[in-house]
């Protein structure tokens, strides 16, 4: 069974940085595709940036080019590094890992990032 855990959320001003991060247990965690979702107020979840094992990654285009995510396999741990933060990255954000047909079957219970305007 795998086990995952966030930190890192907070309340921040826009424009402004915050990294999360996400820290796997269990004999598979090294080797899980793992994702960043969040889930605004009153929306979806969504998927925002994802990264393999052997740290390919890619993002959706809502946040390309602000949010970086990388993983340290030695730690079991997955970060998402968010820059320019707008009041629209405001959600709860949730790190998800993959199984081995492709679906997010193991989920953490999530961090609150707040931006203001």
């Known amino acids: 069974q795998v086990h995952l855990v966030e930190s890192g959320g907070g309340l921040v001003q826009a424009g402004e940085s915050l990294t999360l991060s996400c820290v796997a247990s269990?004999?598979?965690?090294?080797?899980?595709?793992i994702g960043w979702h969040r889930q605004p107020p009153g929306k979806q979840r969504e998927l925002v940036a994802q990264?393999?094992?052997?740290?390919?990654?890619n993002y959706d285009d809502s946040v390309a080019g602000r949010f970086s995510i990388s993983r340290d396999n030695a730690k079991n741990t997955v970060y998402l590094r968010m820059s320019s933060l707008k009041p629209e990255d405001t959600a709860v954000y949730y790190c998800?890992?993959?199984?081995?047909?492709?679906?997010?079957?193991?989920w953490g219970q999530g961090t609150q990032v707040t931006v203001s305007s």
């Open positions: 990264i393999t094992p052997g740290s390919s990654s």
């Open positions: 269990g004999n598979i965690a090294g080797f899980l595709t």
């Open positions: 998800a890992g993959m199984d081995r047909w492709g679906s997010y079957d193991y």
